[in-house]
Nanobody, 127 residues
Framework: VQLVESGGGSVQPGGSLRLSCAAS????????MAWFRQAPGKAREGVAW???????SYADSVKGRFTVSQDRATRMLFLQMDNLKPEDTGTYYC??????????????????????WGQGTQVTVSS
């Protein structure tokens, strides 16, 4: 197992959660890393991603509320989620891809896959 998520849970609207993803050092140095989410009955959505070279990017739906970061010393990828909304509910997945171009395509097109996926962690936002 190369990607393991943690940190999901249930929060009220307006609350915060921090998701973590344990990754191999090789991945953080050489792969595009991304967070996806999927709600029941809905398409997979790319939430945030860090290319091999360049700054992080975000889906419009989370821009200004979510922050993706990585700590290569501890081999961790994080997703800080603030001002959570009910529509943020879903299973969140950490994923990795060797190609930044395919990573960029995967976050926009559900038919494009990433090379490695975590098992997912549930986030529920409800009052």
């Amino acid at each position: 197992v190369q990607l393991v998520e943690s940190g999901g849970g249930s929060v009220q609207p307006g609350g915060s959660l921090r998701l973590s993803c344990a990754a191999s050092q090789h991945m953080l140095n050489n792969y595009c890393m991304a967070w996806f989410r999927q709600a029941p009955g809905k398409a997979r959505e790319g939430v945030a991603w860090i290319p091999i070279v360049g700054p992080a990017s975000y889906a419009d739906s989370v821009k200004g509320r979510f922050t993706v970061s990585q700590d290569r010393a501890t081999r961790m990828l994080f997703l800080q989620m603030d001002n959570l909304k009910p529509e943020d509910t879903g299973t969140y997945y950490c994923a990795a891809q060797t190609s930044s171009s395919q990573c960029s395509a995967a976050v926009r097109d559900e038919s494009v896959s990433m090379s490695t996926w975590g098992q997912g962690t549930q986030v529920t936002v409800s009052s």
